[in-house]
């Protein structure tokens, strides 16, 4: 099934899946893809239908329902703190260009901001879209569900990235994030660096469930519900 389509304005849009959206913005002279879904697999070939540009990927990280795409490109951009996940985890196949916090990829008169919020996974980044005053925040910033569970995912390093996450909040007006409501305030970020304080306190109690045929402990301690490690 294709993505549904929609403009954010005349240089961004979101193509939303069931459960999973990447985004498409332009500037002068380039147009980057923040991921590429999960069922899509022809996200070039969609993207380039809006735009004339040259078309660059990013991964905000490699989980699989943001690589859907990957194949359409020789290359694109990650952190390499991904590598692992992206080609001993999920086979990938294309290479990648690293980026590191503080690098700015421009795509002319739009400058974007790579920031590492490492803890959803090990290299996860958001991108700082500078000039429209917007953060793309990947999966570590949302009210829908956070994975936290199996060996590449940290509640403390999520925490400590979201108290980091915080200094850059006068910089951005909304979140866009990967999942559950968009866009979303950027209040929610200590709102959810507190909801992780309370998990790791033990004050929020969690409830057993399944993920993905895994044991998980299920905590709702708002706005959004945390997918851990199950208790041993």
Not at 19 to 47: C, P, W, Y
Not at 97 to 108: A, C, E, S
Not at 146 to 172: D, N, P, T, V, W
């Amino acid at each position: 099934m294709a993505p549904e389509i929609r403009r954010i304005d005349d240089a961004t849009w979101s193509f939303e899946e069931p459960g999973v959206r990447f985004f498409l913005l332009t500037g002068r002279e380039k147009a980057l893809l923040i991921d590429s879904g999960m069922q899509t697999h022809n996200a070039k070939e969609l993207a380039q239908g809006l735009t004339d540009l040259p078309l660059l990927l990013l991964n905000t990280h490699a989980d699989p329902d943001h690589l859907g795409s990957c194949g359409e490109f020789e290359a694109f951009y990650m952190h390499p703190a991904e590598a692992s996940n992206y080609y001993n985890s999920h086979g990938g196949t294309s290479g990648f260009t690293p980026v590191w916090d503080g690098d700015v990829l421009d795509l002319g008169d739009r400058p974007l901001r790579m920031i590492e919020i490492p803890g959803h996974t090990p290299g996860s980044i958001a991108v700082l879209d500078v000039k429209f005053r917007r953060l793309f925040s990947g999966d570590a910033v949302q009210n829908g569900h956070i994975f936290m569970f199996g060996i590449q995912r940290e509640m403390h390093a999520y925490r400590h990235s979201l108290l980091r996450l915080q200094k850059y909040a006068g910089s951005f007006d909304e979140v866009y994030p990967s999942h559950a409501a968009c866009p979303v305030k950027p209040k929610i970020i200590m709102k959810l660096y507190d909801a992780a304080g309370r998990i790791l306190d033990g004050t929020v109690a969690g409830s057993p469930g399944e993920m993905h045929g895994k044991a998980v402990t299920v905590y709702e301690p708002g706005p959004a519900v945390f997918l851990c490690d199950a208790k041993k």
